[in-house]
């Protein structure tokens, strides 16, 4: 079974920390995504990365910066956290089929 | 981008069969079509893929008619198990389609004892 390993379930920050949300897979996928899911405004993309050293802006990257040195493990870094990035982060990752995706159990952020 | 329409919300018992329908009337044509399934609290979990005519594995069947401007995920004789948010997104395969996995309102299906 694929795996997808998201480093906490739940994470309590202060206004203005620096926060590393770290993702790892298991079956060498090439694709891997960080996704926000708030109440009413469902799944919102925030980094998309197709290879190591490699990312694309999704739809709301401001606030947010992305690494990916290592083919499984792909880390979102929240610069300066803001009360508004509060919300649960999901992290997924994807062979060539890019929408046949694993998610992880997610990360739920509260930014304080 | 392909936009998908699916119901808000369905009600069903336990045993019967559900059938949520996705409209995408402007579908590419490289583009396939995936259901996935949310529970509360927890990362979408991949359903069933397709590209034509009917796909059928151990969790759901995927029926998409031959003009592929629509599609239909159906479960057999659910159970309360089966009660989540259920997404029908349209993508092409390659990484190259990324920003079209668009993740939607999804169809809240709740089971009934």
């Known amino acids: 079974d694929v795996k997808v390993t998201q480093s906490s379930r739940y994470l309590v920050k202060r206004t203005g920390e620096k926060v590393f949300l770290e993702c790892v897979q298991d079956?060498?996928?090439?694709?891997m995504f960080w996704y926000r899911q708030d109440p009413g405004l469902g799944l919102r993309l925030i980094y998309f990365?197709?290879?190591?050293?490699?990312?694309e802006k999704g739809d709301i990257p401001e606030g947010y910066s992305v690494s990916r040195e290592k083919k499984e493990r792909f880390s979102l870094i929240l610069e300066s956290a803001s009360t508004n990035q509060t919300s649960m982060y999901l992290c997924?990752?994807?062979?060539?089929?890019?929408?046949?995706?694993?998610f992880g159990q997610g990360t739920r952020l509260t930014v304080v | 981008l392909a936009k998908t329409t699916q119901p808000i919300s369905m009600d069903s018992y336990e045993g019967q069969e559900v059938n949520i329908t996705c409209s995408h009337n402007?579908?590419?044509?490289?583009?396939?079509i995936t259901w996935y399934q949310q529970f509360p609290s927890q990362g979408p979990r991949f359903i069933i893929q397709g590209y034509k005519t009917k796909v059928t594995n151990e969790v759901a069947s995927l029926f998409i008619p031959a003009d592929r401007k629509s599609s239909t995920l159906s479960l057999p004789r659910v159970s309360l198990s089966d009660t989540a948010v259920y997404y029908c997104?349209?993508?092409?395969?390659?990484?190259?389609?990324?920003?079209?996995?668009?993740f939607g309102a999804g169809t809240r299906l709740a089971v009934h004892p």
């Open positions: 997924a990752s994807s062979a060539y089929r890019i929408a046949e995706a694993f």
């Open positions: 990365s197709y290879d190591v050293k490699m990312k």
């Open positions: 079956m060498d996928h090439e694709n």
């Open positions: 997104l349209v993508a092409p395969p390659g990484a190259g389609g990324y920003n079209k996995l668009i």
């Open positions: 402007n579908i590419a044509t490289n583009d396939y």
